[in-house]
């Protein structure tokens, strides 16, 4: 069984490179500081699952696989199955894919955990996109507000097998009333007092992310542009520490 407990440590750095010369510097260099590390679209795009087996293999600690499945449930039920081969400890799918689909990869999750005979991943929905503001949600078609459409499609996910949903820092707590305890929230959007925010509008210290409900914080550029990531991301988790054993 994969559980949230299995993770001492919080913190997923984003590898967000399509080198994969430097993520793999970057995953060794690390060496354990990170609890895991996050790999997306564009690395997996240019490095296939062959990648991604090279780098979770070099880097030692759990996988954060998003590539956000969003197709019809039998298209994403395939896609999430075979995805388990990739060792994932949770992967991301579209919440507005549907009760179906959303359905489709829970199920699925199990039964590539059962023909790998690895743990279940955890399979982790997105909402709303950050990058999509009312007038977005408007050109869609979606009257809710982003804060509504979020709620309605967290709702959506927990009721149909995910394990936990992707959010921002000012909607943990909201998140967290709504879905409980043990819902799973992975929170991007972090910054450690004093760092710099780069394009992020809405952040949150990781102090402040944990003691609002965040199960997992995903970190980029905090910790991959310092000079030191081993050392940055040490001092985050040692900062986390006495949080995480309250
Ligand atoms: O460098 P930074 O800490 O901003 O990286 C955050 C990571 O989380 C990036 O990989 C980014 O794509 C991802 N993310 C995000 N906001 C979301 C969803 C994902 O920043 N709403």
Same mark, same amino acid.
Not at 57 to 78: E, R, S, W, Y
Not at 119 to 148: E, F, H, M, N, W
Not at 202 to 227: D, F, K, W, Y
């Given at each position: 069984?994969?559980?949230?407990?299995?993770?001492?440590?919080?913190?997923?750095?984003?590898?967000?490179?399509?080198?994969?010369?430097?993520?793999?510097?970057?995953?060794?260099?690390?060496?354990?500081?990170?609890?895991?590390?996050?790999?997306?679209?564009?690395?997996?795009?240019?490095?296939?699952?062959?990648?991604?087996?090279?780098?979770?293999?070099?880097?030692?600690?759990?996988?954060?696989?998003?590539?956000?499945?969003?197709?019809?449930?039998?298209?994403?039920?395939?896609?999430?199955?075979?995805?388990?081969?990739?060792?994932?400890?949770?992967?991301?799918?579209?919440?507005?894919?549907?009760?179906?689909?959303? &359905? /489709?990869?829970?199920? +699925?999750?199990? =039964?590539? $955990?059962?023909? %790998?005979?690895?743990? @279940?991943? *955890?399979?982790?929905?997105?909402?709303?996109?950050?990058?999509?503001? &009312? /007038?977005?949600?408007? +050109?869609?078609? =979606?009257? $809710?507000?982003? %804060?509504?459409?979020? @709620?309605? *499609?967290?709702?959506?996910?927990?009721?149909?097998?995910?394990?936990?949903?992707?959010?921002?820092?000012?909607?943990?707590?909201?998140?967290?009333?709504?879905?409980?305890?043990?819902?799973?929230?992975?929170?991007?959007?972090?910054?450690?007092?004093?760092?710099?925010?780069?394009?992020?509008?809405?952040?949150?210290?990781?102090?402040?992310?944990?003691?609002?409900?965040?199960?997992?914080?995903?970190?980029?550029?905090?910790?991959?542009?310092?000079?030191?990531?081993?050392?940055?991301?040490?001092?985050?988790?040692?900062?986390?520490?006495?949080?995480?054993?309250?």
């Amino acid at each position: 069984m994969n559980s949230l407990s299995a993770i001492a440590n919080p913190i997923f750095c984003a590898i967000d490179t399509p080198d994969l010369t430097a993520a793999q510097e970057l995953v060794v260099n690390l060496g354990g500081a990170a609890g895991g590390i996050k790999l997306g679209k564009e690395f997996f795009t240019a490095h296939g699952p062959a990648g991604i087996h090279q780098t979770r293999d070099a880097a030692g600690v759990p996988l954060f696989l998003d590539l956000k499945f969003h197709d019809i449930p039998n298209t994403v039920a395939g896609a999430v199955r075979i995805a388990c081969a990739m060792k994932p400890y949770m992967m991301t799918i579209h919440a507005s894919g549907g009760p179906a689909m959303i &359905q /489709a990869a829970a199920d +699925a999750a199990t =039964v590539g $955990a059962q023909e %790998t005979g690895l743990d @279940r991943p *955890l399979i982790i929905a997105v909402t709303v996109l950050t990058s999509l503001d &009312q /007038a977005d949600l408007k +050109a869609v078609g =979606v009257a $809710a507000s982003p %804060t509504d459409q979020v @709620r309605r *499609l967290a709702a959506l996910a927990q009721q149909n097998g995910a394990d936990g949903i992707v959010c921002s820092p000012l909607e943990i707590e909201i998140l967290r009333q709504d879905l409980g305890p043990d819902f799973v929230l992975v929170v991007p959007g972090i910054r450690p007092f004093g760092t710099d925010a780069g394009d992020q509008k809405r952040v949150m210290t990781p102090e402040e992310a944990m003691q609002a409900g965040a199960s997992h914080l995903v970190i980029g550029r905090p910790i991959t542009q310092n000079p030191d990531p081993a050392a940055a991301a040490s001092a985050i988790a040692d900062s986390l520490s006495n949080i995480r054993q309250a």
